[in-house]
T-cell receptor, first 115, second 114 residues
Framework: EADIYQTPRYLVIGTGKKITLECSQT?????MYWYQQDPGMELHLIHY???????EKGDLSSESTVSRIRTEHFPLTLESARPSHTSQYLC??????????????FGEGSRLTVL | DQQVKQNSPSLSVQEGRISILNCDYT??????FLWYKKYPAEGPTFLIS?????DKNEDGRFTVFLNKSAKHLSLHIVPSQPGDSAVYFC?????????????FGKGTRLSVIA
């Protein structure tokens, strides 16, 4: 059973608001990821981290930012939300991606609606 | 450019029959492939994986086949059960030759009809 938690599960906010989506894992995994997914579309990687103080942008351009101050915590922040940010945001972690593995453990997701 | 393609957005199968979900990839550097299952309002959960040194991996009712020359993999579920109804995502990475994040396809929605 994976122990990775996302809050809030659902959020409806107005344009221009600042929001932070929280993600925490209790498995001690070094690698953490944020994916964005719209219905019927693939999961797009927007940010990832391979350890504390390490963050990288993913394939999909995103106006969000992330931080990794602690191993277990990988929050995602939107400074000024817009309707185009409406989507489901999925946080994931993995122990490592080496031979014979690559499995990601996902949280339940945060569904964001920006009005 | 999509590197992992699932060309069937949906699939309907009778309970007890075989479900076959297909996935194609374009990047020949991919060497590790995974299938994830996703229910509505939940995050994806890992189902089964296969590395490029194998052509088949089996786990209970689930079998993944890899055809490297065709850059194609498929997930077989037999017998299919109503609880298998979900969206199935194919994913690939360069796990053996480099430490890269997973790349996902768009998913195939499987409906198993009782």
């Amino acid at each position: 059973e994976a122990d990775i938690y996302q809050t809030p599960r659902y959020l409806v906010i107005g344009t221009g608001k600042k929001i932070t989506l929280e993600c925490s894992q209790t498995m001690g995994h070094d690698k953490m990821y944020w994916y964005q997914q719209d219905p019927g579309m693939e999961l797009h990687l927007i940010h990832y981290s391979y350890g504390v103080n390490s963050t990288e942008k993913g394939d999909l351009s995103s106006e969000s930012t992330v931080s990794r101050i602690r191993t277990e915590h990988f929050p995602l922040t939107l400074e000024s939300a817009r309707p185009s940010h409406t989507s489901q945001y999925l946080c994931a972690s993995s122990e490592y991606q080496g031979a014979g593995t690559g499995e990601l453990f996902f949280g339940e997701g945060s569904r964001l609606t920006v009005l | 450019d999509q590197q992992v393609k699932q060309n069937s957005p949906s699939l309907s199968v009778q309970e007890g029959r075989i479900s076959i979900l297909n996935c194609d990839y374009t990047n020949s550097m991919f060497d590790y492939f995974l299938w994830y299952k996703k229910y509505p309002a939940e995050g994806p959960t890992f189902l089964i994986s296969i590395s490029s040194i194998k052509d088949k991996n089996e786990d209970g009712r689930f079998t993944v086949f890899l055809n490297k020359s065709a850059k194609h993999l498929s997930l077989h579920i037999v017998p299919s059960q109503p609880g298998d109804s979900a969206v199935y995502f194919c994913a690939a990475s360069r796990a053996l030759s480099g430490n890269t994040p997973l790349v996902f396809g768009k998913g195939t929605r499987l409906s198993v009809i009782a």
